[in-house]
């Protein structure tokens, strides 16, 4: 299953993106989450900042089609709720590439106020899996 969170790119600069994110009540998983009161997933704003630094690191480190993924997350923070009808911004900033792993910060904004935020690496798929230890 693949979600396309973008809605639409508003600013894009060498090392920082802008993007939204417009919740509506379409979205298959407010159905569960939850049925009374619906917001997005904490999983799927990160999500939001995390597609946003692949467009960036595909349209200005020109990482073209390779499949990029989470390799880190740190300090992710989540303040409002964000509900239907509601539009997500972000902002997301590459600090550079160190070990492979594209540096990260990315904050999420409903209504000017924080709705998450933090640090996370992106990493080429294979890299990561070439990194792994077994037990």
Excluded at 19 to 34: G, P
Excluded at 56 to 85: C, F, W
Aim: hydrophobic share 45%; charged share 20%; aromatic share 6%.
């Amino acid at each position: 299953m693949k979600f396309e969170l973008i809605d639409k790119v508003i600013e894009l600069e060498a090392d920082r993106i802008v993007a939204v994110k417009n919740v509506t009540s379409a979205e298959e998983y407010l159905a569960d989450h939850f049925p009374s009161f619906p917001v997005l997933p904490g999983v799927m704003m990160l999500e939001t900042l995390v597609q946003a630094a692949r467009i960036l690191l595909q349209k200005s480190h020109d990482t073209g089609d390779m499949p990029l993924i989470m390799a880190e997350a740190r300090n992710i923070r989540y303040g409002n709720m964000v509900k239907p009808g509601q539009t997500l911004s972000v902002e997301v900033t590459c600090k550079g590439e160190k070990d492979g792993k594209w540096q990260m910060v990315g904050t999420g904004k409903v209504d000017g106020s924080v709705a998450v935020q933090g640090k996370f690496a992106l990493a080429p798929m294979n890299a990561t899996a070439s990194t792994s230890t077994s037990a």
